[in-house]
């Protein structure tokens, strides 16, 4: 069955120093997905991305977030300049259409730790 | 405000009862609500999606419906079982073309032997 796998599954950062967390989406899926969820609290949605672009972004991915799709198979969000608030896991998911009406697949996560 | 809600923190049932999952939305009018299992330390994993215009869906022993007055999902697992035992969340999509979806805090279900 296909998976969408991110790597690494733990990273652990200095406040201040940049991540890139590295997502590997389903091969023939087309639209990309970025969530975190804080420990105990909900998943939250990061930003979307299609066609080279991004195709929404919340309130909380600002100026120290991008995302990439760097070759044909890899998607990667890169915090700039890490804060203590930015520990979380860290999900990517994908899907074949990008309309709200389809089902995304995630993947199992990376838990990022800012110390 | 916006707000999701969905019922209890955790909820424990009997093994072969039928567990009854709600998600209560205010100052929302979803296109679709899509209902995900999570277990610890991994990422949601969708079940099943319901449009605005449909009442009710099915796929196995699990269960969807969509009351846009009410504004209220339930979803219900029959028959169930020891390993259906995880965190179950609800999911709205706001329009028809967005991509982005907003979670509900999620309901820790525990099917007990």
């Known amino acids: 069955e296909p998976e969408v796998t991110q790597t690494p599954s733990h990273q652990v950062t200095q406040m201040g120093q940049e991540v890139i967390l590295r997502c590997v989406p389903i091969?023939?899926?087309?639209?990309f997905y970025w969530y975190r969820q804080i420990l105990g609290q909900k998943v939250e949605f990061l930003v979307s991305?299609?066609?080279?672009?991004?195709?929404?972004k919340s309130e909380i991915f600002d100026d120290q977030f991008s995302v990439e799709r760097p070759d044909g198979s890899n998607f990667t969000l890169k915090i700039r300049s890490t804060k203590l608030e930015d520990s979380a896991m860290y999900f990517c998911a994908s899907s074949g259409r990008g309309a709200a009406n389809t089902e995304a697949f995630f993947g199992q996560g990376t838990r990022l730790t800012v110390v | 405000s916006q707000k999701i809600e969905q019922n209890s923190e955790a909820l424990n049932i009997q093994e072969g009862k039928t567990a009854t999952l709600t998600c209560n939305y205010t100052?929302?009018?979803?296109?679709?609500l899509q209902w995900y299992r999570q277990d610890p330390g991994r990422g949601p994993v969708f079940l099943l999606l319901i449009r605005e215009n449909e009442k009710e869906k099915r796929k196995e022993r699990l269960k969807v419906t969509f009351d846009t007055t009410l504004k209220q999902s339930l979803f219900h697992i029959t028959a169930s079982q020891p390993a259906d035992s995880a965190t179950y969340l609800c999911?709205?999509?706001?329009?028809?073309?967005?991509?982005?979806?907003?979670f509900g805090t999620g309901t820790r279900l525990k099917v007990l032997a």
């Open positions: 091969s023939n899926h087309l639209y």
């Open positions: 999911a709205l999509g706001e329009t028809s073309g967005t991509y982005k979806y907003i």
């Open positions: 100052n929302y009018s979803p296109a679709y």
């Open positions: 991305f299609y066609n080279n672009e991004i195709s929404e």
